[in-house]
């Protein structure tokens, strides 16, 4: 295999976690080649700095050294020569999640864009690629799952691959392990499962079946044929660990182990609901964002952040049509849905910071305030995801309202993905919404200007009622309350509160979050303290002793701050009217079927 660009990575070391890569160039640029490694990786809006896991980087040509100038935190160049030039390096893979690489002795994932440095100028050319497996003897069993197009490569999936770009090579990561595989057609187009990870006694084929489901109905929803001939999820179970990002014709995904469904048990569980969830969210992504996407993504620039308002469009969207898509393709019904949407509002409704930031605000800052968080973000953000799926809710609702049924959301994301096919290119900043009122024919830039410019509440009470489902809004039940579906005459009985968000700790609670106008912010608590007494009394489970209280005692609270024992006085408040409830009536939501 020669010409152009080639890598061979080998998962040299697993227990210290490194990949090798040796990187050849046949034609190096004449003044000196740049190598340069993505700063992001695109569908997770944040500096991530991948190259900061490269070490031990030299280059050669023609047998002699090469040396090798640092332009900037992840760009080098390389002295001019005129033979093929070949850089080798080692890459730091510990990083579990979806979005770098990692490597253990159990299994091996990669994102190109934390491996392969990109050649500067030569972008567009082929990218040849072969893997080679780790030779040590806790690999034995490994095989190699990527929807890369294959060029040569044994019956375990190692070998040579081949990317017509570097786009398509950052677009297409790697896992490899021993690997379970399940497989289904969805409108005519192969898909497949493979899974890594301990799951002992997982009904693969009932995630095959319940997901073929899911990619029938998105698939049809945007019409046939689907925008791939082949479709991969790589599922990564463990403990503790959730996520998921979307690529062109795959998915990477990460989920406990419990969330997989068992055999013999035909029911879904919230946490197999979840993992549906995931998936549908990651598929629906295929259309809306790796290929409608937003005009500052064409071309994506991978050396900064790349800021547009239209997050809530493809993260919000996505985040309505993944649930939406479980009961229309009838893996739920109506309640179970309803109770999850009234999760997602109380989510929103809780948080102070959708009072202080838009939707598009909140879009433009992923970078620099939704993926960096901090104990005061429910404070001052709100998700462009969540209040984005509400949005996109509300538009839906207006829309079939406004035009007695005729048009829908869904006919403007066809519409959508019809321009995207006709032309390839990206959206701009304000062609959203303009043709969302083309596709309907209504006046939408009103809604427009209150959902998504103002912090204003969205009105979903004003248009949930046209079908059939009223909202409230009340105090929560308990401490894991986060909303719910209701029957006439629901009426809880507000707790006393303190205000805060908290986890255990070894001296008894510590405050994680303390949120906006509450007690605890009232009295000068802070998020970080350990509450050690509560009226001198030692406090494991504050939701249980503070149903011991009502509404305006005073407590006397012992606080840990740093290494400085406070005491505060605090005054208890009544439970905010801040948890959602739907009411169904009679053959109401009739948008889900």
Known sequence: MNNGIRYQIHAAQPAAHLFFVTLTVDVPAAEGQVFRLPAWIPGSYMIREFSRHIVALHAHSGGQPVALTKLDKHSWQAGAVCAPLVLEYQVYAFDLSVRGAYLDGERGFFNASSLCLMVAGQEAQAHLLEITAPACAASKGWSLATALPSVQVDPAGFGHYRAENYDALIDHPVEMGVLSEVGFTAC?????????GRHHHADLQRLARDTQKICEYQIRLFGEPAPFADYLFMLFVGGDVYGGLEHRNSTALMAGRDDLPLEGDD?????YLQL????SHEYFHSWNVKRIKPAAFTPYDLTQENHTRLLWAFEGI????????LVRCGLIDKKRYLGLLAKTMTAVERGSGRMKQTLEDSSFDAWTKYYRQDENSPNAIVSYYAKGALAALALDLLI???TCGRR???DVMRALWQRWQQNGQGIGEQAWGA??????GLDLMPFFDLALRSCADLPLAELLPSQGLQLSLTPAESASDRGSVIEAGFSPRPRAVLGVKYAADPLGVRLLQVWDGGAAQDAGLSAGDVLLAVDGLKSADLDKTLARYRTGDTLTLHVFRRDELMVFEVVLQDETADTCRLLLQNDGGGWLE
């Not at 029911?267 to 946490?271: F, L, N, Q, T, V």
Request: net charge negative; proline share 0%.
């Open 318 to 325: 996505t985040s309505y049509y993944d649930d939406l898509t």
């Open 267 to 271: 029911g879904i569980s919230d946490a």
């Open 188 to 196: 005519g187009v192969a898909h497949r499962f493979v899974i890594s």
């Open 435 to 440: 043709l969302a009122c083309e596709v309907s």
């Open 408 to 410: 829908s959301l869904d």
């Open 400 to 402: 079939r309202r406004d």
């Open 276 to 279: 549906l969830g995931l998936i």
